[in-house]
């Protein structure tokens, strides 16, 4: 089985249609948000045979949507498959991980590969959805293979900014339909998605705590504090920020601290998905620059099993490195995200020193930016850059 994992309306169902299409079996996509889907399981449990029989010589892909939000969704899953893994090929998608019901049953282990289908990156924006080898084999070629790039991405870059990565309001290209898009989909996210699968009653609270979140990225943020702004205990707001997290509306970065001088520890900052809620516009560019930076490093670590992770680095005189990437746990490239072109500070050097000597690069909004200082020290356009 292939588990397909990402924010909702970020194409997971346009894929898997896609797919089926491609191998000729259209008729086994099944929606399991529909009623005669699930009174078909309960008459038979293996429906799906009635439409595509099984064959000798091939195995048919079927794909099951939003399964998880069925009770017991992971013993019928298994089931399933083990009856038919012979003549059947399984993608199951889902707008939440489907790691978070891990009491439901018996374990998956061992029958299922994960990957993510996160909102658009930029160089799927403008027809480089390939991702090579040579991207996650070595840091400094992957900046200087990118200083090269002569291809015109600042308008999709733009495009991106203004409408988000989300396939619908992206292509239909009008702010009055993002407006009111965005309105619609944390609602739904919060009522249809988390209200179905949690027991939180103050659904009110995590709306109320997703708007305050804007004002907060770019900063680690303090449990307490929140908790005091909204008039509600730190115990709770941990527990709404991981929903937040589970249900694809927000990531959060770690601090690294291995090798750092008085670095944090604890406090996580968090970014959303759909960074157009931030109208500031170096935050929005700095959420920006981190949701397509964790969207490639998932796609590589689905790619390969290599362990790809997105940190930051701050220490108690608050000199920080927005990012760090960390490669099989150990730092790979460092990443400063700035509005503005400008002279790459030397707390960067110095970390960089710390860490080994790993690339730095500083990455701005504005285009047209590639050149190279000493000691593996870079400024690059985001344009360039994400690629």
Known sequence: ??????????????????????????????????????ERYKSQELFFTQDVPPMKDKRSWVCFDEIHKIKGWKNILKGIFDETQQYYQF??????????????????????????????????????????????TNALDFILERMN???????????????????????????????????????????????????????????????????????????????NHLESNPVTIKNYLKKLEDFYLTFKVMPYSKNIKRAILKSAKWYLYDWTAI??????????????????????????????????????NKHETDFVIIKDRKPWLMVEVKYSDSSVDNHHRVISQALGGIPVVQVCYQDGIASQDKNNIFRLSASKFLL
């Open 91 to 136: 993608i199951i998608t889902g707008s939440t991980k489907l790691n978070i019901l891990k009491k439901a049953g018996d374990s998956l282990s061992g029958r299922y590969f994960t990957f993510h289908l996160f909102p658009l990156m930029l160089k799927e924006v403008v027809g480089q959805a390939t991702i090579e080898a040579s991207e996650f």
């Open 149 to 227: 790039k002569r291809d015109k991405a600042q308008a999709g870059l733009n495009d991106l900014l203004q409408y988000s990565g989300f396939p619908e309001p992206f292509l239909e290209h009008r702010e009055t339909f993002h407006r009111k898009w965005s309105l619609e989909y944390l609602d739904r996210v919060i009522t249809e998605d988390i209200g179905l699968l949690t027991n939180i009653v103050d659904r009110e609270k995590l709306h109320d705590l997703y708007r305050i979140l804007p004002e907060l990225v770019g900063s680690p943020v303090s449990e307490n504090s929140v908790a």
């Open 279 to 316: 109208k500031d516009p170096y935050k929005r560019f700095e959420n920006f620059v981190g949701a397509q930076l964790y969207s490639r490093l998932s796609a590589w670590q689905d790619l390969t099993g290599t362990e790809f992770i997105l940190s930051y680095i701050r220490d108690k």
């Open 1 to 38: 089985m292939r588990f397909i994992a990402g924010p909702r309306q970020s194409g997971k169902t346009t894929l898997a249609k896609m797919k089926l299409k491609q191998e000729g079996t259209q008729l086994l996509y099944y929606l399991w948000d529909s009623r005669t889907v699930r």
